[in-house]
Nanobody, 120 residues
Framework: VQLQASGGGLVQAGGSLRLSCAAS???????MGWFRQAPGKEREFVAA????????AYADSVKGRFSISRDNAKNTVYLQMNSLEPEDTAVYYC???????????????WGQGTQVTVSS
């Protein structure tokens, strides 16, 4: 499956953005996740959602501010980001996994990334 992330942009601190990840094929068999990579840093886990959307997981740094959701009928995953902080500035990637986990090595399909920049 091919993934296409979109929705990034420049936003002021405290603002919101909604990222979308559209898949070329069915995503219902996959756990879907979002990761991010800031300049000079390693790619890190942000959020994940189970196949039917019942279970979600978040990095501590975004818990309470970000929300992941999915629409399997549209083969799309979303990341709603509220109360954005300059520390959230990064390239955000969506990914698909057949296994549970927050480890990026579990994810077999990756999108190209979308830039999120939060100004102070």
């Amino acid at each position: 499956v091919q993934l296409q992330a979109s929705g990034g942009g420049l936003v002021q601190a405290g603002g919101s953005l909604r990222l979308s990840c559209a898949a070329s094929g069915r995503i219902s068999n996959y756990i879907m996740g979002w990761f991010r990579q800031a300049p000079g840093k390693e790619r890190e886990f942000v959020a994940a959602i189970s196949r039917r959307g019942v279970t979600t997981a978040y990095a501590d740094s975004v818990k309470g501010r970000f929300s992941i959701s999915r629409d399997n009928a549209k083969n799309t995953v979303y990341l709603q980001m509220n109360s954005l902080e300059p520390e959230d500035t990064a390239v955000y990637y969506c990914a698909a996994s057949m296994n549970c986990g927050k480890d990026l090595v579990e994810y077999v399909h990756w999108g190209q990334g979308t830039q999120v920049t939060v100004s102070s």
